[in-house]
């Protein structure tokens, strides 16, 4: 699935296996996006930072980093700080349907 052109959310979520290879499914997020949902989704409370186009909200587990999550490199490459990162789960939503 692409990221580039979303037209409705979608969730990256990040899987490490025994040996500590990281693998990443992306898939359309069809569930309502309210606090509650959203914080279910990531496994937390939520962050919510633009993405470096500016289309796009990235909600992220606020103490993913703090927590030791996995780093999901497909949402760091979206994201608009070269010298930070991204960790856990995400959904990518288009700036908009996140009230």
Same mark, same amino acid.
């Not at 899987?15 to 949902?37: A, P, W």
């Not at 909200?57 to 490459?77: C, F, Q, W, Y």
């Given at each position: ?12 979520? =990040?899987?490490?296996? #025994?040996?500590? /290879?990281?693998?990443?499914? !992306?898939?359309?997020?069809?569930? &309502? *996006? ?24 990235? =909600?992220?587990?606020? #103490?993913?980093? /703090?927590?030791?999550?996995? !780093?999901?490199?497909?949402?760091? &490459? *979206? ?21």
């Amino acid at each position: 699935m692409e990221i580039s052109n979303l037209e409705s959310p979608v969730i990256i979520k =990040v899987q490490v296996d #025994e040996r500590g /290879l990281v693998d990443y499914t !992306i898939s359309s997020f069809t569930k &309502d *996006l309210d606090l509650e949902t959203m914080q279910d989704a990531v496994g937390g409370y939520i962050e919510i930072q633009k993405s470096k186009d500016g289309k796009y909200d990235i =909600v992220m587990n606020e #103490e993913g980093k /703090l927590r030791s999550l996995p !780093i999901n490199k497909p949402a760091t &490459d *979206l994201y608009d700080h070269p010298d930070d990162y991204i960790v856990g789960d995400v959904i990518i939503a288009p700036v908009g349907l996140i009230e």
